[in-house]
């Protein structure tokens, strides 16, 4: 494992993470603001990403290993130039943690179909998040999506899958783009909660 602040507030530029590691803890790489470049090596075992882990560095795009279950919160929060996070289809990943890409450059996230829970402002104020895909709708186990968890981003649609049960307070607030949403007919979401669609282009529900 990477040791808790074991580069904090460093110059390190680039940083390839052995395939045996199977933890970075919180704020291995916080505020090292000249890293540009995280890799995983082939056959990474890593499971999980601590708080505050890569958050307000410079990272401009990250492929995440297969074996990753966790992104925990603040992970990636504040990476201003992080633009692409690419997700394996066949990715272990659970959940993503409470603000772990907030104000980050993300241009698209793909949800994978072992996803059970997006965090609170997990991608809040990510001004260029225009596409939200979920990998394999019919095989999701997402049940919970927290408040605040795509406010201002410029989404258009979004389809929750059926497994939803919850969708928390202000979730898509000030998307001004959002047009379209949709509830299958087998949902199981249980209430629409307040504000969360708040000042958006909403047109039409089905």
């Not at 995983?40 to 279950?69: D, H, M, R, W, Y």
């Amino acid at each position: 494992s990477f040791g808790k602040s074991s580069f904090y507030l460093t110059d390190i530029v680039s940083v390839t993470i052995p395939s045996e590691v199977t933890s970075i803890n919180e704020k291995a790489f916080n505020s090292c603001k000249m890293l540009s470049s995280v890799e995983f090596a082939s056959g990474s075992k890593l499971q999980s990403i601590g708080i505050n882990s890569f958050s307000i560095t410079n990272i401009v795009k990250v492929s995440l290993p297969t074996e990753l279950v966790i992104i925990d919160s603040f992970a990636f929060s504040s990476c201003s130039m992080l633009t692409f996070v690419d997700v394996p289809n066949n990715s272990k990943l659970t959940s993503y943690g409470d603000y772990s890409f907030q104000n980050t450059m993300l241009v698209s996230i793909v949800i994978t179909k072992e996803v059970v829970s997006l965090g609170k402002k997990a991608f809040y104020n990510c001004l260029s998040l225009t596409n939200v895909t979920i990998s394999s709708p019919y095989e999701s186990k997402l049940e919970t999506i927290g408040s605040y968890t795509f406010y201002k981003t410029p989404i258009t649609s979004f389809m929750i899958p059926a497994t939803v049960t919850t969708i928390d307070t202000y979730c898509f607030a000030h998307c001004l783009s959002l047009s379209t949403f949709t509830i299958p007919s087998h949902s199981k979401l249980t209430k629409i909660s307040a504000y969360m669609f708040q000042l958006t282009n909403i047109v039409s529900i089905r």
